[in-house]
Every structure is written in structure tokens, then in C-alpha cells.
């Protein structure tokens, strides 16, 4: 009953990721929302729809929000980093990029914590990380400019900057269950990183905000000014319908922590990467489809193993 519970976790993380890479890539790609301003206004409504649950974290002791503080430091610029890839990069590329992130969780919850892994736990991990090298490890596309090879390879950069962030994060994250209830983890997280990210935000705005002052005091007297383009507003329904998503993952990702070891719950997710290999190649032509299906096969061979054996 247990593993049919995991499955089903396990099932609908992926596909609420899936959908909520897909609507977020599709905003972002004109680069005319900034990844930090939409992790911002996401995590805005998802603060508000855990209003119920916030409300009464309060009261827990500093042991938890010490705790919830470190994985909120590393989560809110590891999702910006995120974001910053997922623009950058085809979708099929950016899911198995986090595969070192069940290894790096791992480690570090095994020297924290003394979360000791089974052998055939780290074999899956092992597996896994096999296949996201077949996965990003291909033909180079001789057709590319070198603006978009620079482009992907910083997206690639940015993407492994983020799996190490969110990979402590998640460490500290499920350290957090131990004082206090799975919603109340929820809520708490969303609060937290969104009052961090609107921090980081504001004092974004206003140093951007001096920086064109100081331009424009410098330019006052030039007859053609250069126009900048004007960020186009974003449909409101579009961000809460995300933030419900983004609930619906993070929920079942908190879920899956209280049940097993942080780095097998982050390797069972790498099964998305085989969703994400379809859903890149129909949606945005991504190609390649043969070596990325296999290479993701051999990450769900992986996967398989951690539900199999998860003790």
C-alpha cells in the first residue's frame, strides 16, 4: 500500500512540473518577464492560497524556522536560477540536468543527518546519473549561431547552480517535518520564500530604477532616444493557475520526504524526464527524440529500482 502511495506521489509531481515548466517556459521565452519577477508573483498567490495553514506557524519554536530559514536562503535563488535556465534551454535538456540532485542530497543528508542510503538505493541514483549523461551528451547542432550555443551552455550553467542550491535546500526542507506537520511545512515555505523574494525584488527595482535615472540624466540632451521595449502584462489567471500547480508539487514533494530518504524522492522524479523528452519535442520541436527517449529509459530503470527497494 505504501508503494502504491509513492507511485501516486510520485505521478502527479510529475505531471503538475510538467504543465508548470511548459506555461512558465512559454512566458519567459520572449524575455520580456524576468525569471525573478515571475518566481515572485507565483509565489505570491501560493502564500495566499496557504493563507488557512501560515496563519498558525507562528507559534512553532526557532528550532523549525532556523531550519525553514536555511532552505528558504538556498530555495529562493535556486528557483531563480531555474527559471533562468528553463528559458535558455530546450525542455528535454533542462529535467535530467537535476539528476545530481539526488546524489548531492544524499551525501549531504548522510553527513547532517546520518541518513544512511541502501545499496540498492545508491545503485539507482547511480543509474539515474548514467542516463542524464546519455541524456545531455549528444551530437552539437552545426547549424547553431554562437550567441545560441553561448545561451544554451549558460542555461546549462545556470541549471547546475540551481540543482545545487535546491538540493540543500531540500536537505534542510525535510529536516523541518520533524517539528511540524506536512502543511504547515508547506505553508511556511511558501510564506518565507515569498517575503524573501519580494525583498530581493524591491531592491532589484530600485537599483535598476537609479541605474536608468543615471542614464537617462546622461542622454537628456540627445534628440533620438533609444525606445525600451515594454514588458507585456502577463495574464493574471495565468500566474494563480501556476501557483495551484506549483501547490500541487511542492505538496506532494513535502509528502514524499516524510516517507523516505531526500535524495530517493529527488531520483524518482527524475522519471519526468521522459515526459519531459515528449512533451519538448511536440510542443517545441525539440529533436533528437531517439538517444533522449532511451537515455531517459535507463533513468526510469533507475527510478524503478529506489521504488523497489526504498529501505
Not at 530555495?75 to 535556465?85: A, D, K, T, Y
Amino acid at each position: 500500500m505504501e508503494s502504491l502511495i509513492i507511485a501516486c506521489l510520485v505521478f502527479a509531481r510529475i505531471a503538475a512540473t510538467t504543465w508548470a515548466n511548459v506555461v512558465q517556459k512559454r512566458q519567459l521565452t520572449p524575455a520580456n518577464q524576468s525569471p525573478l519577477a515571475l518566481f515572485t508573483a507565483v509565489w505570491g498567490w501560493m502564500t495566499l492560497l496557504t493563507l488557512p495553514w501560515w496563519l498558525g506557524t507562528f507559534s512553532l519554536g526557532t528550532q523549525f524556522w532556523s531550519w525553514m530559514l536555511l532552505a528558504c536562503l538556498l530555495e529562493v535563488p535556486g528557483n531563480v536560477l531555474l527559471l533562468r535556465s528553463l528559458r535558455a534551454t530546450d525542455l528535454s535538456i533542462f529535467a535530467p540536468l537535476s539528476s545530481a540532485k539526488p546524489a548531492i542530497s544524499l551525501l549531504l543528508a548522510c553527513i547532517l543527518f546520518a541518513e544512511l542510503p541502501s545499496w540498492p538505493g545508491m545503485l539507482g541514483v547511480a543509474i539515474i546519473l548514467l542516463g542524464s549523461l546519455l541524456l545531455t551528451v549528444g551530437p552539437r547542432d552545426s547549424a547553431s549561431s554562437p550567441i545560441s550555443i553561448a545561451q544554451k551552455r549558460a542555461g546549462v550553467r545556470d541549471r547546475l547552480l540551481s540543482v545545487l542550491l535546491t538540493a540543500m535546500a531540500s536537505v534542510f526542507l525535510k529536516r523541518t517535518l520533524e517539528d511540524a506537520g506536512q502543511w504547515q511545512v508547506l505553508s511556511a515555505w511558501c510564506l518565507l520564500s515569498w517575503l524573501l523574494a519580494a525583498g530581493w525584488t524591491i531592491s532589484a527595482t530600485a537599483l535598476e530604477s537609479r541605474r536608468r535615472l543615471r542614464t537617462s540624466t546622461i542622454n537628456i540632451a540627445s534628440t533620438n532616444p533609444v525606445a525600451r521595449p515594454v514588458a507585456k502584462p502577463r495574464p493574471l489567471t495565468t500566474h494563480v493557475w501556476v501557483a495551484v500547480t506549483m501547490l500541487v508539487m511542492q505538496g506532494c514533494t513535502i509528502a514524499l520526504f516524510a516517507r523516505m530518504h531526500v535524495g530517493y524522492a529527488l531520483a524518482l522524479f527524475q522519471i519526468g524526464s521522459l515526459v519531459g523528452v515528449f512533451v519538448g519535442h511536440r510542443l517545441f520541436g525539440e529533436g533528437d527524440l531517439v538517444r533522449r527517449t532511451l537515455a531517459a529509459l535507463v533513468m526510469v530503470a533507475g527510478a524503478l529500482l529506489i521504488v523497489l527497494f526504498p529501505e
